[in-house]
């Protein structure tokens, strides 16, 4: 019976996503079928499981900056217990947790090109046919390994301004451990962040007022996501400028203000005073850095 009313509240959480997200014509869905790169980037080593095992928490598909189409899922590989004498039931390091996005490829490509995380002595000199691919940058060949079927399209493809912004970005909080794939005319990005982001995990709701606050901040992040990812897609052989990474930023902005204003006018169907689970109260630890100050006045 608990685990029954445990499920219904988080249900609850999932509607109050997707209506607030329907708002902006984002379409969101939990649980969700796996992203097409998933298992191409399982088979390279790129994103790892012990349990050999994924869920797909949920995924939110849309239009973003420029009339761009993207798609994010939230990725956890399957959790497994170990029992021991000594320590009991723990759990292990399950692999993969983060999320993926799929972006389209402006630049037209036939091969296969990845840029995985530098395992140092232990890089594979091919994966799957694919030949390692070397760079003149120091900085870019300490953090990324590439491999391509291709060597003159990955140097096209992976240029002196995307090796700049691919290292700033694996700089940033939720950009350690990108891993990209280059796959079908479209752009395959991984992110393994642990639990410091999560848009679609099935959580006990606060009262509704803190519920709203929960889910806007979860948009905020998205947005800031989507931002920053499509900044480093959309400058992939150009040079960017300020004036089109300001636009994407208003835009995403204005997105982020449009799902306020939705989840400003909800009213509670019921009885949302479920409390937080101990230790939960306080919810500013949901809140993006950048996005402090920003939301609690619009909601």
Same mark, same amino acid.
């Given at each position: 019976?608990?685990a029954?009313?445990?499920?219904?509240?988080?249900?609850?959480?999932?509607?109050?996503?997707?209506?607030?997200y329907e708002?902006i014509n984002?379409n969101?869905?939990s649980?969700?079928?796996p992203?097409?790169?998933?298992n191409?980037m399982r088979?390279?080593?790129?994103l790892?499981?012990?349990?050999?095992l994924?869920?797909?928490n949920?995924?939110?598909?849309?239009?973003g900056?420029?009339?761009?189409?993207?798609?994010?899922?939230?990725?956890?590989?399957k959790?497994?217990?170990?029992?021991?004498?000594?320590?009991?039931?723990?759990i292990?390091n399950p692999?993969f947790?983060?999320?993926?996005?799929?972006?389209?490829?402006?630049?037209t490509?036939q091969g296969?090109?990845?840029?995985?995380?530098d395992?140092g002595?232990?890089?594979?000199?091919?994966?799957?046919?694919?030949?390692?691919?070397?760079?003149?940058?120091?900085?870019?060949?300490?953090?990324?390994e590439v491999?391509s079927?291709?060597?003159?399209?990955?140097?096209?493809?992976?240029?002196?301004d995307?090796?700049?912004r691919?290292i700033?970005f694996s700089?940033?909080?939720?950009?350690?451990?990108?891993?990209?794939s280059?796959?079908?005319?479209?752009?395959?990005i991984?992110?393994d962040i642990?639990?410091?982001?999560q848009?679609s995990?099935?959580?006990?709701?606060?009262?509704?007022d803190?519920?709203?606050?929960?889910v806007? %901040?979860?948009?905020?992040?998205v947005?800031?996501? *989507? #931002?920053? $990812?499509q /900044?480093?897609?959309s400058?992939?052989?150009?040079? =960017?400028?300020?004036?089109?990474?300001? %636009?994407?930023k208003?835009?995403?902005l204005a997105? *982020? #203000?449009d $799902?306020? /204003?939705?989840?400003?006018?909800?009213r509670?169907? =019921?009885?949302?005073s479920?409390?937080?689970?101990?230790?939960?109260?306080?919810?500013h630890?949901?809140?993006?850095?950048?996005l402090?100050?920003?939301?609690?006045p619009r909601?």
């Open positions: 019976m608990l029954q009313q445990t499920h219904q509240k988080s249900h609850f959480v999932h509607g109050l996503r997707h209506d607030v708002s984002w969101y869905c649980p969700s079928l992203p097409d790169a998933l191409p088979a390279w080593r790129m790892t499981s012990r349990s050999g994924f869920r797909c949920g995924a939110l598909t849309g239009t900056y420029n009339d761009q189409a993207f798609g994010i899922v939230d990725v956890t590989a959790e497994i217990e170990r029992t021991t004498l000594q320590e009991g039931t723990t292990m692999g947790q983060g999320v993926m996005v799929s972006l389209p490829h402006p630049v490509f296969r090109t990845i840029i995985a995380t395992k002595a232990f890089n594979p000199t091919t994966i799957d046919l694919m030949k390692r691919v070397g760079f003149a940058s120091s900085q870019f060949e300490e953090i990324f491999y079927d291709d060597q003159v399209e990955a140097r096209a493809l992976i240029t002196p995307l090796m700049e691919l700033k700089q940033e909080v939720l950009g350690h451990r990108i891993q990209c280059f796959l079908g005319r479209q752009i395959h991984a992110l642990d639990q410091s982001f848009f995990h099935d959580i006990i709701p606060p009262a509704f803190k519920a709203k606050n929960v806007i %901040a979860e948009a905020g992040t947005c800031i996501l *989507l #931002e920053k $990812l /900044a480093l897609q400058t992939v052989g150009r040079q =960017g400028s300020g004036g089109a990474d300001n %636009a994407r208003s835009f995403y997105r *982020l #203000e $799902l306020a /204003a939705r989840v400003k006018s909800l509670p169907d =019921g009885d949302w479920f409390g937080m689970p101990a230790g939960m109260e306080d919810d630890h949901m809140f993006c850095d950048s402090k100050g920003l939301l609690y909601v």
